[in-house]
């Protein structure tokens, strides 16, 4: 079955940089889209980039465009999201998602990983 394992998430400083992976397993991640998508306390969730199966295209959210860089290595199985600048509005549990291109499916998605941005 689908298996996603995010890690990488902590507490950093406003304007701090933070690296999350995402271990996929289960599947053909190669043959696969990926979304990385947050959600803060009480907030529905809310979609932060994606890149398609090659890694060719990516997409991200205005909130995070210019600060935010996903990518991929499909000989490793592993999704990535750098986030550079990160703002206390950040903060959230962050989950890495297997779905099609610009979906809004989050059924496939990993447990999350807490980013916590604070002075």
């Known amino acids: 079955q689908v298996q996603l394992v995010e890690s990488g998430g902590g507490l950093v400083q406003p304007g701090g940089t933070l690296r999350l992976s995402c271990a996929a397993s289960?599947?053909?991640?190669?043959?696969?889209?990926m979304t990385w998508v947050r959600q803060a306390p009480g907030k529905e969730f809310e979609w932060v980039a994606r890149i398609t199966h090659g890694g060719q295209i990516t997409g991200y959210a205005d909130s995070v465009k210019g600060r935010f860089t996903i990518s991929r290595d499909n000989f490793k199985n592993t999704l990535y999201l750098q986030m550079n600048n990160l703002k206390p509005e950040d903060t959230a549990v962050y989950f890495c998602v297997k779905s099609s291109y610009g979906s809004t499916d989050y059924t496939y998605r990993g447990q999350g990983t807490q980013v916590t941005v604070s002075s």
């Open positions: 289960g599947f053909i991640f190669g043959d696969s889209s």
